[in-house]
């Protein structure tokens, strides 16, 4: 099944260029440059601190609390990074403590032929029965190097696209000196939008073996109507080892197992990689989301429902045949909610107008601040108003994009198809945004693998996007002319299905690799109409480009100029590098009355027998023939009021005595509205609990050598 | 503890004059007097039917299900009507199912001297084990008859004040004839605002002896925080026996108990009696509700709750002494934040505009009905207008009404002191509203009970309730002046409760056995503060009184005109009169995911659990003990979709075999919201399920033999 939560993952490691890691090796900060009085803490921005700007006088004030370096070195070095999740060191032997869902597809590797492992779960007998993970590998955090001084001297251009060359060039420079230098993996790391450049240096580990992994049912209990809520009962959790040189690696370094896990209220870290937030976006652009962006996508998600729905009243087989992509739109339209829910709460946006304003004022009392940075909000404000104003016809006429077919296949793939024989016959940097490079190479892949087409689906999906269009746009619009053709939307998509052969992959493999000449000379109907929208697409999306850079460009730009002003007194947003938050494992309101900071497996075979044993809600053989093994009262997943993102899954959570008590494995519900203002009312960190894991090996596995090596009575 | 269920039942049998039943015997109603075409359901205003209307084409319709007259007639005749609650008989030799907190005060009565059975629980050993409950009665409603012809007819004048009387002396003529002739206990319903007046005939029994009623820990588990809310793990049920002479009572109508309760979407019907919804208020009313009414009332709770944060600030062990009060102030808070969020939900608010637009239509097709009711919407809406113009002022003139003093007990009490002296010398008919009759002898008992006055919380609520008059009264606003007399709030509050004696009870006594002399001649300040304040108090809420007046009549025409055009297709406001609503077993989206139909004793263990053991989360030592006895997988609550409110506590809800299923006790917190606008996608009854009630009978009482007359085999 697909599922956001994995999406949203990768959707963060795509989008973030810091994806495969990069970078180098000293410690002590360079000057920030600040120019105004820096000021105090503001909630709204999250707790996502960097290990070189540890918020130690915040910490102290709040919770009393003051690490000492070794503490916070101890904390960097245990916690490492998966290519798309967090992890930590927790026993002197090597284990890594990470979630089932990170672990899946090695699990998928390593599968004997007759079993799946990922079904019926793993636990090794012993040492030698641990299984190497193929590609996988892990960093860990060495050290950190502030060298924005370097890279700043190396841009002396004023021109934007020269300035951009200088600075990946110098980037280039130093990430490559410092793998020459440490034969470690280096990366430059730009924080504030540019505020800071950073340079972590990571040693890999690249032999990871797999110890445990529960069965995925278990795992991913609730499937996606339980994805981002609480309470939950998700035994997300795994163990790889990492060797060298073929024996189990002994870290220095490592999270001592927390038997009892958290009490109530008690104070715990979040040492992990988040990897996207959009808290200093300005108030413009969270409105353009607000109002324009997310409502479209939104429309685009009920229109495929819809289809898919009609489709299962007319045929009820279709229900358990749509039944995943239904559980996935509907998965990606909670996460879209949940996004947008955060920007309509009012008391949230007013601080961030209040903010805003503030910020504002303290630029406008200092004339040189005010002459470099004064023009920015005025700047990415205008261009949002600009991009407001054509984002439908842009919208309807890009439908090579999934996000914009309305969950019809066929429109995706014939746009696809004149795209990108269009698109890679031009240079790189010439290429529409989403053809460029790896996104085109992707495009390729999916256009030559069999798709299932189902023409009922289809035809309803494209009449219900016509509609949609014909609602939306003026009824001149050249979109509405060239796909109408004269016809009512539900003529057109009758048409267009019944007599294209975009389904069929032969035709499609003789396009993709006919290229320009076989797609210009294609009289296949669907082809032809995207041959048309592609010129008139080409236009707008332009122009939308050329506005995206400039908010890009005063984004930079905001960046630069609210580190200048406030320092590390607010966290940058995300970047899947090293961050961490602090929080409380605390109850909160919710539902009309108080959601308990934990549960426990009482509830998990609550749960089951309240949704009479059915998937999602079906659990492992193993779970129901030996749940008189368990410990019912032992608690299984546990909320907190840390700071996390996608990036975020399989981070350790830690007490202050430096014990793993958890690993994080989504927020609740409220969370998902975190992306762009944080609070921590009712959003919450979940985690599986470490005495669920306990249990769990003991009793469901027999594998206390597996527990008595975490609790170091090996 | 102050429980807001609990309350809103007393509000119910307060608030309805039909609360001591009364009424007669014949079944075919009167033709209604339909003037324009009867149009179908409509899904806002609910299912709360009358059983001799019936809603057999609707049923048919929309679940395949008719009913024929035995059905209804059983359905009818199990059904019963204890004084503040629902119940029905589910024995044959009598056994009676209600709520746990229907029978609270006989449990009470009935204990022993060393011990507490509210806090033990009780099963009868053997029938002679049974306790008869002091003063408890129930009502079986005999037979329905249209009197509305007559009690027309009888009204001959013009005037409204004439009018009521002539409307009051037939009323008690039928229901005087109707007991002489039959030597049942009648009561005239007035249905539709005197639309319908019917004439309820029912048989009275006097001798109910308690047979089975559980801990009040597992009946009320979860407390205030829980009340409202779904899922939810209470055993809110327990089991009466009706007596006859000394012998059980063998009913010939009864429902047999079902052993596995519902299934997922199964049929159900609720039987009982739901004391009072303002469904048929117009739109200005409710617009008048969430706009000024309960935005006032939420802040008069906010202050309250604002007070003893602050006294529990800087006296921890004000917490413990607070809680109740607390908690019982939230719980009004909750209730009244639901009443206004169906009210804020726009899709509603539209279909309520939509149909009050298309009402308005029929009345204006048809010249006689424009001319007898066109007029309606525009007066209330033009007095809503006029009061929404003085409610500041007149709510802060009237603290003598507990509601408008913020959370003051001096306040209240001195208000109470100067009015119930000066209004008690006046002939009923010309008091204020809140001092006629049976409100009089309340307000006088609880001044002459020892009252605990904390000075501290009194201080801080009554500055509070100062700063908020000054914050929303013009500063020369005659009560701002003479409660200020130039001071701060602060100041005034010191000076106020620093200087009275209204907490001191002999003083009470005093002014209250004193009279009117006695009130005068008082120099306490705040009895002085009080009289100035009363004078213009009575000015100001006459004038409300008198336009209230207009409303409630105009409302009474309304409820006659929507009568006349959709019959008897709308089923009038609830009456605390017996009902029959249709709903399912069914899962609802809640928090991100789905929420069960059921819930199981799993659950409830891993509720107290979450929450550490700590109350209201505590469970009694039977049930911490002797868990392992109990089957866990046993559903113990479920939801399903009909339409309730205070007063169907206790109904017994059953399936299309006539078989009870469970026992109603709450609503969840989006039914609330259902009060004036029902909708069925999330709003929910909660039930004890039939299971969880034979499980804690054999399993923890040991009371196999009332089990097994439950299941018919004694």
């Given at each position: 099944m697909t599922n956001a939560r994995l999406l949203s993952l990768v959707a963060c490691c795509f989008s973030i260029a810091a994806c495969s890691p990069s970078t180098v090796t000293t410690t002590s900060p360079a000057p920030a440059q600040i120019k105004l009085e820096p000021v105090g803490y503001r909630p709204q921005f999250g707790t996502m601190w960097t290990f070189d700007a540890p918020p130690l006088e915040y910490w102290k004030k709040t919770y009393g609390f003051s690490p000492d370096q070794a503490w916070l070195d101890n904390a960097r070095l245990a916690s490492i990074r998966l290519p798309n999740c967090s992890a930590a060191f927790v026993s002197a032997k090597g284990l890594i403590l990470t979630n089932h869902h990170c672990v899946r597809d090695c699990e998928d590797a390593v599968s004997p032929k007759d079993t799946n492992l990922v079904e019926t779960g793993y636990a090794a007998l012993s040492m030698r029965d641990e299984k190497k993970c193929p590609g996988l590998y892990v960093d860990q955090l060495e050290s950190i190097e502030n060298v924005t001084q370097r890279v700043n001297a190396a841009v002396t251009a004023t021109?934007?696209?020269?300035?951009?060359?200088?600075?990946?060039?110098?980037i280039s420079q130093i990430k490559k000196e410092c793998e020459d230098q440490t034969k470690l993996t280096c990366q430059v790391v730009s924080l504030y939008q540019g505020g800071i450049y950073s340079l972590y240096r990571y040693r890999r580990f690249n032999d990871l073996r797999i110890v445990f992994a529960p069965e995925e049912l278990i795992a991913d209990f609730g499937g996606d109507p339980d994805n981002f809520t609480y309470p939950r009962w998700n035994l997300d959790a795994a163990l790889l080892r990492a060797y060298e040189n073929d024996k189990p690696y002994a870290p220095?370094?490592?999270?001592?197992?927390?038997?009892?896990?958290?009490?109530?209220?008690?104070?715990?870290?979040?040492?992990?990689?988040?990897?996207?937030?959009?808290?200093?976006?300005?108030?413009?652009?969270?409105?353009?989301?607000?109002?324009?962006?997310?409502?479209?996508?939104?429309?685009?998600?009920?229109?495929?429902?819809?289809?898919?729905?009609?489709?299962?009243?007319?045929?009820?087989?279709?229900?358990?045949?749509?039944?995943?992509?239904?559980?996935?739109?509907?998965?990606?339209?909670?996460?879209?909610?949940?996004?947008?829910?955060?920007?309509?709460?009012?008391?949230?946006?007013?601080?961030?107008?209040?903010?805003?304003?503030?910020?504002?004022a303290r630029l406008a009392s200092d004339p040189k601040m005010q002459a470099e940075y004064g023009g920015i909000y005025d700047a990415v404000a205008s261009a949002q108003r600009e991009l407001g104003t054509f984002d439908a016809q842009r919208r309807y006429r890009s439908f090579g994009l999934p996000q914009n077919s309305g969950g019809s296949r066929l429109l995706t793939m014939s746009g696809q198809l004149v795209r990108i024989a269009k698109e890679s016959a031009l240079p790189d940097a010439q290429r529409l945004t989403a053809f460029r490079e790896a996104g085109a190479a992707t495009i390729r892949t999916a256009l030559l693998r069999e798709q299932p087409v189902d023409t009922t689906y289809e035809r309803i999906a494209i009449a219900a996007q016509l509609s949609a269009a014909k609602a939306e746009l003026q009824a001149d619009d050249p979109f509405l002319v060239a796909a109408l053709d004269g016809q009512t939307p539900e003529q057109a998509a009758a048409t267009l299905v019944s007599s294209t052969r975009v389904g069929d992959l032969a035709f499609r493999r003789s396009l993709v690799e006919g290229g320009e000449a076989a797609v210009a000379s294609s009289v296949d109907p669907m082809i032809v109409l995207a041959r048309k929208i592609d010129v008139m697409n080409r236009d707008i999306q332009s122009r939308a480009d050329r506005l995206n850079a400039i908010i890009t460009a005063n984004n930079e730009k905001l960046g630069r100029a609210l580190y200048a002003v406030y320092g590390t007194a607010l966290p940058p947003d995300a970047t899947f590098t090293l961050r961490i938050s602090d929080g409380l494992a605390s109850t909160y309101p919710m539902n009309g009355t108080i959601a308990p900071y934990k549960v426990t497996f009482y509830g998990l075979y609550d749960r089951w027998e309240s949704f009479n044993k059915q998937y999602p809600f079906s659990l492992p053989r193993r779970w129901t023939d030996h749940r008189d093994r368990i410990d019912l009262s032992t608690p299984f997943n546990f909320v907190s009021t840390n700071d996390i993102i996608g990036g975020n899954s399989g981070s350790p959570i830690v007490n202050r005595s430096s014990e793993v008590v958890g690993v994080v494995f989504d927020g609740n519900i409220e969370n998902v509205a975190n992306r762009f203002l944080f609070q921590s009312k009712t959003a919450r960190t979940v985690s599986v609990h470490s005495s669920a894991i306990l249990e769990t090996l003991i009793k469901m596995y027999n594998a206390n050598w597996i527990a008595d090596e975490l609790l170091g009575k090996q």
């Open positions: 021109a934007p696209e020269v300035a951009a060359t200088q600075r990946t060039r110098i220095k370094h490592y999270f001592r197992w927390s038997k009892s896990g958290p009490e109530e209220n008690e104070l715990l870290f979040v040492i992990g990689n988040p990897g996207s937030t959009g808290r200093l976006l300005t108030l413009a652009q969270m409105e353009f989301l607000r109002d324009v962006g997310y409502p479209a996508q939104l429309g685009g998600y009920a229109r495929a429902l819809e289809a898919y729905h009609a489709v299962e009243r007319t045929d009820p087989t279709a229900v358990r045949r749509y039944q995943n992509n239904v559980f996935s739109i509907e998965n990606s339209r909670k996460a879209v909610i949940g996004y947008r829910t955060g920007l309509m709460d009012s008391a949230s946006m007013s601080q961030k107008r209040a903010f805003e304003n503030e910020f504002r």
